[in-house]
């Protein structure tokens, strides 16, 4: 279970907690939501296609109960913790460990609420006003691109070495064109915030520039969905712009001055590790429940040195992971749109380490059962198998700190 002890958390807090608890327990189907991930996608599956899959019920419930619009501010008739990073990891952990696939849905609808409060008035207006009013409204953001992944910048913040994707300016439009890659609820999502080059010359540290668009602008389409060995129930998509238009009112930044705040959305990520980290440690309550109850050499596994260091062990990871989340949270709540990106480095590198230590730990403990699929494990290993390209690799994330560090 989820303790809800630590120094940082509110009684407001834990009350938000019981209410996503109880939510969770009240309306979550797990074994129903994994076997919608795991149903097979077609390669040539559509935008509508992939809309079809999503538990709209579910979503529906979620939204009059509150949880959904945690992070759109009040005066759209939202929750108004867009700005408390530790009331959104306990509402995402908790979500993970009672909801599965369910904490991965709402994070991905948290964070990008939360980037409206500092979008144009008329801007927020449109969006937050059609996901407060459409419970089927979504929103995602891309940054990678098939030839650049989600950090943009290396290996050379030089001009031509990434950023591809282009907008050029006619008039009052922008008119965009290029592919973004490994966009999670891309194909789903009605509107995409975008990092997009808007000088072909430029270094990309001065030359990119933050847009929110619309889907249902001509030229855009699902131009391959990603088919990973463990899906989730918004996909994976990569995404085809041709020539389309859209309004200077959907510009989000200055023209050429988004570089950190894409810097920043790379660690507003860490909201979604809250919701990785709920669902490994109800992974690891599970195996620790199987050795208790597996019984070789008349004693339960557990009791064996080997099976009770290593659950020992995964204990413990995880038990560190919470902390260096929550101690980020904590750093990162009033601090507004520019979150510093640190926290997010060592926190991507270091749960990604957990994840697969504990994989290895599962598959010591439950042996020749692990890869059995009569086993929640197995499709938890699948699913963040998947997702552990997001946000770059844990060695680049050190790279990167150690720049930071550096003082570069």
Not at 123 to 135: S, T
């Amino acid at each position: 279970m989820i303790d809800l002890n630590l120094p940082y958390l509110t009684e407001e807090h834990k009350s938000l907690a019981m209410l996503m608890k109880d939510f969770c327990e009240r309306e979550v189907d797990l074994k129903a939501l994994n076997e919608i991930a795991d149903k097979p996608i077609p390669p040539n599956a559509t935008s509508d296609d992939l809309r079809a899959r999503m538990p709209w019920d579910l979503v529906s419930k979620a939204h009059d109960a509150g949880l959904r619009q945690l992070t759109v501010p009040k005066e759209y008739g939202g929750g108004g913790y867009e700005d408390d990073h530790i009331a959104q990891g306990v509402m995402a952990e908790t979500a993970g460990y009672f909801g599965g696939q369910l904490g991965r849905l709402f994070t991905i609808a948290w964070k990008q609420a939360y980037d409206f409060k500092y979008a144009p008035e008329s801007l927020a207006n449109e969006v937050l006003n059609d996901f407060m009013q459409d419970r089927k409204t979504m929103m995602a953001a891309s940054i990678t691109e098939p030839n650049s992944g989600s950090d943009l910048l290396l290996p050379y913040d030089e001009p031509g070495v990434a950023g591809m994707y282009f907008a050029r300016q006619e008039g009052d439009e922008w008119v965009l064109n290029g592919d973004k890659m490994f966009c999670t609820a891309g194909g789903v999502s009605n509107y995409v915030t975008l990092m997009v080059r808007t000088d072909p010359k430029a270094p990309i540290t001065k030359a990119v520039t933050q847009f929110v668009f619309p889907t249902k602008t001509p030229g855009w389409s699902v131009s391959r969905v990603n088919d990973m060995m463990g899906n989730e129930l918004v996909t994976n998509v990569q995404m085809h712009f041709e020539n389309c238009r859209i309004s200077d009112r959907y510009r989000v930044s200055p023209i050429n001055g988004a570089f950190e705040v894409m810097r920043s959305r790379l660690a507003g990520k860490a909201l979604h590790m809250f919701a990785v980290l709920g669902w490994a440690e109800r992974t690891y309550e599970d195996m620790k429940e199987y050795a208790k109850a597996r019984i070789q050499g008349g004693k339960p596994i557990i009791q064996h040195a080997t099976v009770g260091a290593m659950i020992a062990e995964a204990d413990c990871l995880l038990k560190t992971a919470r902390l260096l989340l929550y101690q980020n949270a904590w750093e990162c709540t009033g601090k507004g749109r520019l979150i510093p990106a640190q926290g997010w480095y060592y926190i991507n590198y270091y749960i990604k380490k957990i994840l697969m230590r504990l994989i290895e730990v599962g598959l010591e403990v439950y042996g020749g059962m692990g890869p059995q699929k009569e086993l929640t494990f197995e499709h938890w290993v699948r699913v963040h198998l998947s997702i552990m390209h997001g946000g770059s690799t844990g060695v680049l994330s050190m790279v990167k700190a150690a720049k930071i560090i550096g003082g570069y």
